[in-house]
């Protein structure tokens, strides 16, 4: 579990009146689920049991992208009766890129937007579309996620040279991480111009001194740091019980009113 040992009290205590630090925020991460919508509905139903108040997607929901497929997928959000929010993944693309319309067309009709900023107690949720592997983030995105960084702690100012009001925590989502020390699956391995751009991220994220950046994509749940040690990164397992030698999987992430918080790894049964 990552925990935020620098926004903690040495006794426990919250920082505001005394008391023990408690609850604020949970929410849960799935990935992956590649048509496999009987453990998506399986991890949906668990982590609204756990108590989680909305739950973020990371993408590939579908194995080829076909809209009949993630139909059924937005079903099963819409039925599992929590608040969500989505990004794409490089396989939900497929069948669009193929047919030879822009690859996000598919899924911007079924689920629509693909990249969402979400502000709770204090804390900035930023959900950002790199799934596609050959052009990787956008010019529009690429501009929603530096206004974004603005309201970080880590300190970029805004245009105007003056602080905004900073956020508790920052948290970045996406599809593909854009650094790992071990694998080479990830942003930028299908393309240059994609590499540099996840370069650039990383860097971006790194100077607004993000607090965690979440990934899926790689069918593997771990955590470690990003190259400056500034950055938490966590990988989220897949849903998905194909190609997963970990097992299906999905994450839950709590934040409490001293804003220390911790990610918990959670097999689905």
Not at 41 to 66: C, N, R
Not at 67 to 96: H, M, P
Not at 106 to 127: L, P
Not at 245 to 258: C, L, P
């Amino acid at each position: 579990m990552w925990i935020r040992a620098d926004f903690q009290n040495g006794d426990g205590l919250g920082p505001e009146d005394g008391a023990p630090k408690r609850e604020i925020l949970k929410f849960a991460l799935v990935a992956d689920s590649e048509n496999d919508n009987e453990n998506l509905e399986k991890a949906l139903e668990s982590a609204k049991s756990l108590g989680a108040t909305f739950v973020i997607g990371l993408g590939d929901w579908t194995q080829l992208g076909l809209s009949k497929d993630l139909l059924v997928a937005k079903q099963i959000f819409d039925n599992a009766g929590l608040e969500y929010y989505v990004t794409v993944g490089d396989r939900d693309l497929w069948d669009s890129r193929n047919r030879g319309l822009d690859a996000k067309n598919g899924f911007n009709a079924v689920f629509g937007k693909t990249s969402h900023i979400i502000n709770r107690e204090g804390i900035q949720i930023v959900i950002l579309d790199n799934g596609d592997i050959y052009k990787g983030i956008d010019s529009n995105t690429w501009q929603m996620l530096n206004k974004s960084l603005d309201d970080c702690d880590g300190g970029l100012l805004n245009k105007s040279n003056v602080k905004s009001q900073r956020s508790k925590l920052c948290f970045v989502f996406a599809h593909k991480t854009p650094f790992h020390p071990q694998s080479s699956h990830i942003m930028g391995a299908d393309s240059n111009e994609v590499a540099f751009q996840a370069r650039e991220f990383m860097a971006l994220m790194e100077q607004a001194k993000v607090d965690g950046f979440f990934s899926g994509d790689l069918h593997f749940f771990a955590q470690f740091q990003s190259p400056a040690n500034i950055v938490k990164i966590t990988t989220i397992g897949a849903v998905d019980a194909d190609r997963n030698f970990q097992g299906s999987r999905f994450a839950t992430v709590t934040v409490y009113s001293d804003y220390s918080w911790e990610v918990e790894d959670i097999e689905i049964r």
